[in-house]
């Protein structure tokens, strides 16, 4: 069993940047194939990124290209996302997922952890 817990959301300006953090207390975490959702209110919940399991491979949304980079430290089994450069549009509810499958994943049910999300709001 893998327990994710999402931290370091907040309230930030728009052009702000900010990193949010999950760790993970499972075994093997370096199995993983790790990714970050978000869900804006009235909203479907929709990929932003991903990363592979030595921390090489990584993909990312259209939306969040050039401006996100997610990273993992295996020793500490912990992802990240940094976001700079931040827009009141990536206001949303932000949440980690583990996928135990091969190769990347960009479907929630591509996915078979999840953390209970942290929020960030973007004011502009």
């Known amino acids: 069993q893998v327990q994710l817990v999402e931290s370091g959301g907040g309230l930030v300006q728009a052009g702000d940047s900010l990193r949010v953090s999950c760790a993970s207390s499972g075994r093997d975490f370096s199995l993983y194939w790790m990714g970050w959702f978000r869900q804006a209110p009235g909203k479907e919940r929709e990929f932003v990124a991903t990363v592979g399991r030595s921390g090489s491979s990584t993909y990312y949304a259209d939306s969040v290209k050039g401006r996100f980079t997610i990273s993992r430290d295996n020793a500490k089994n912990t992802v990240y996302l940094l976001m700079n450069s931040l827009k009141p549009e990536d206001t949303a509810v932000y949440y980690c997922?583990?996928?135990?499958?091969?190769?990347?994943?960009?479907?929630?049910?591509?996915?078979?952890?999840w953390g209970q999300g942290t929020q960030v709001t973007v004011s502009s």
């Open positions: 997922a583990a996928r135990r499958g091969l190769g990347p994943g960009t479907r929630d049910y591509n996915y078979d952890y």
